[in-house]
């Protein structure tokens, strides 16, 4: 089973050990150059002078309503793992990114990703795009570069879109979209040669004026 990022973003991360509950989930820690999943980012309450996380070698579950480490000592100080320190100056985006192919085609941008709870490992995109495109899920394999400015992914990629999972899809919704859209260009390139439209199309009197 896959997660979503997003449902993982404010769940209780609990010790296996003493059953307490060390922080909240604030943030996945990215390793993009290897699509995982390195590390949780805590939300603690309290005053913390460092970064609380746990590397992601030490997380032992994620349920529906929790993550479960084996145990306390899993929360360490950011600062102490450089590895995962640089992941985190880095900050490259995954979530907003927008997503191009190798060939400059726009395929929409990245609105969530899924992964494997067991190992952290990030399987699939799940893309937004226009309103008739609707939201679609790339395998992350199609994945070539991760930037600051964008996402790029191998030509084929746009053959690898599939719808996502549970999302609503009107069969015919796309085709009508896309003729509206043609139509509308269609209208307003016709539009655009009507004399008269435009002043610089209308005829000039003697003086040099246009006529009313």
């Avoid at 070698?57 to 995962?84: C, F």
């Avoid at 009107?170 to 509206?180: H, I, K």
Wanted: hydrophobic fraction near 40%.
């Amino acid at each position: 089973m896959l997660y979503r990022s997003k449902k993982v973003l404010g769940m209780p991360v609990i010790s296996l050990s003493d059953g307490r509950v060390v922080g909240r989930v604030k943030r996945l820690l990215l390793d993009l150059s290897n699509l995982i999943v390195a590390g949780i980012i805590l939300d603690r309450k309290g005053l913390f002078k460092e970064q609380p996380v746990i590397p992601y070698s030490h997380v032992k579950n994620i349920g529906s309503h929790a993550v479960t480490v084996d145990a306390s000592s899993a929360v360490v100080n950011l600062r102490s793992l450089p590895e995962l320190e640089e992941l985190a100056k880095k900050l490259l985006p995954l979530v907003g990114a927008r997503v191009i192919t190798e060939e400059g085609a726009v395929l929409g941008t990245v609105e969530d990703f899924y992964f494997d709870p067991r190992d952290g490992k990030i399987l699939e995109l799940e893309l937004k795009g226009k309103l008739w495109q609707g939201h679609n899920l790339l395998p992350a394999s199609a994945i070539r570069t991760c930037g600051r400015d964008a996402l790029i992914v191998k030509a084929e990629a746009p053959v690898l879109l599939q719808r996502r999972r549970g999302a609503w899809n009107w069969p015919g919704l796309e085709t009508a979209a896309r003729a509206t859209e043609k139509w509308s260009e269609s209208l307003s390139q016709y539009l655009k040669r009507l004399p008269g439209l435009n002043r610089k199309d209308k005829p000039k009197g003697p003086t040099g004026d246009i006529p009313e």
